[in-house]
Every structure is written in structure tokens, then in C-alpha cells.
């Protein structure tokens, strides 16, 4: 027990979010970042990677879905999936209950965060490596996307935010490299940060997308341990139809794939590219700014 620690995410200047420490189970510095996994009376396991709350036991299946389900269930015919990052595997667990997905590949670049997460994040990641379609490269996101041959219908991007070795992960040339790999319509869904407080992310990543690809845009999904109101997930792909996937066929797909979920639905997916107007301002001002 530890008594009276506290844990301050302080990725905002000006505001720190404050989370009681019940245990520490994991700290360690890896290659490349401070890792920090704890448990809390309200969020259950805490994961920080370089003080920054990544994933949480009770609201990390908010993410998960909305990472996973809205790009599968609007393309309907992925078969090869990419994940960069993801270190907890909890979007892995997600992407596999899609039967129509033959291969997963994740690239994570610190193998310290997947080893710890085996075993203490089972909650929601048990399965995934066990899965044989399930691949987990050990590398920089960046190289491997720069070099690969092969090709992904669907990547999507579970970084850090972009400091350390998650800054690559919001550049041009990561985004141009993705779009190489990418099979025709496939779709790039990014982690893009809370636009209420990280609104330059967002209008930056847009603009690079508008560079890069046909259609630039964003959702959203209301994740109580990403401080500071809705997160923005990229978007991005060469089939702009795929942003506006009927729900009707929404529907019908999820259906057919047969598993459960907890926040994802048909019409929250749709719903989640209605954007509020200022964080449409951002999008707009990133495509305008290309
Ligand atoms: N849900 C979290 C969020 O939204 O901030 C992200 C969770 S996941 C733990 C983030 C992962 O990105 C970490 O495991 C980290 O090691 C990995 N990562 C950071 N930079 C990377 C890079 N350049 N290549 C591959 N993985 C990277």
C-alpha cells in the first residue's frame, strides 16, 4: 500500500490531473520512456508512460472500440490490419474479434510495455498473443512503415502523444510512409489528442492528411481519463464514401461480426464524426492550411 502517494499528469502546463495511488506494480525506466502502472480506488490500473495516463482497467474499452470498430465496420472488408503503437494490446483484443481479419500485424517499439501488459492488463488484452493472427514487431513505427513491403487495408495509430519516441508518429513523412502501405481506399486512424487542449494537434495532423490523402477529417469519443473533454481520432484515407458508410450497413456489419461491445454502436459511430463546431473550426483550418 502505497499511503498518500499521488500521481500528477502534468502533460498541460497550467493544469495537473491528480490520481491517488492505492499500489505500485510496475515502475521502470525502459529504452524509451518512464513506465509507471498503478492501481487507483477509481480508474482501477493506471498505466503513465512518461508521466501521460495512457490506458486505464475502467475506461480504456471507450478507446478500444472507437479505435478499432469505426474504421473496420466503415471499410467492411479489412483482411490486413496494422497497429503502431499499442503497446497494452488492448486495441489488438479488439481488432481480433472481427472475424473477417486474417492478419494483424503491431509495431510497438518498446517491448517492456507489451511484457508488463501480458501480465497486468489480462483484463483486456488476454488472448491477443496467443491469437495466430496476431504478429508483434519490436520496432520504431517510422522504420517499419518506411520499409515494409507489404500492405494494410486499415492502420491505426495508438501512440503516445507526440513527445519522445511517439513524435515520429505525427510527422509528414510517417503519414506519407503509412499512405505507401496502405492497399486502394484503405483508411489511417490516429490518436490525435483532446482538441480542447491540444488543438494545434489536431489542425497539424489535418493539414498533413490533406496533403497526403483524398479525404482529411476526424471523430471523436468522450474518454474520462484523457483529460479535457472529447478526443479527437484522425482520419484519414483515398475513399472519402468511407467517412459516410449508411448506418444501415453499419448495422448489418456489426451484426454479422457477432461480439459485444460497451460504447461502440452503429449510431455512435456515425454520430461520432459530428463534430462540435470548434473542433470542426480545427479540421476546416487544417485543410485549409495544407
Ligand atoms: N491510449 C494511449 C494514448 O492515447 O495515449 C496510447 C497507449 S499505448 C501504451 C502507446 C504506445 O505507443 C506505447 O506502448 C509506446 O511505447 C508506443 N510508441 C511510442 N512511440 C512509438 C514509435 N515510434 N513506434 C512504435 N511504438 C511507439
Known sequence: MSDGLIFNETLYPGVQVSYSCEDILFQDRTEHQDLVLFTN?????????????????????????????VPLFAHGSARKVLIVGGGDCGLAEEVLKHPAVETLTQVEIDASVVEFSKAHFSDFNAGVVDDPRFELVIADGMAFVAETDRAFDVVIVDSTDPHGPGAILFSEEFYRAVHRCLTPGGILVTQNGVPFLQRDELVTSVARFTRIFKDAAAYIAAIPTYFGGHMALGWATDNADLRETPVAVLRDRFSAAGFQTRYYTPDVHAAAFALPRFILDAVEDGRANA
Open 41 to 69: 480506488p477509481v480508474f482501477g490500473k493506471v498505466l503513465m508512460l512518461d508521466g501521460i495516463t495512457q490506458v486505464t482497467t475502467a475506461d480504456e474499452f471507450i478507446y478500444h472500440e472507437m479505435m478499432s470498430h
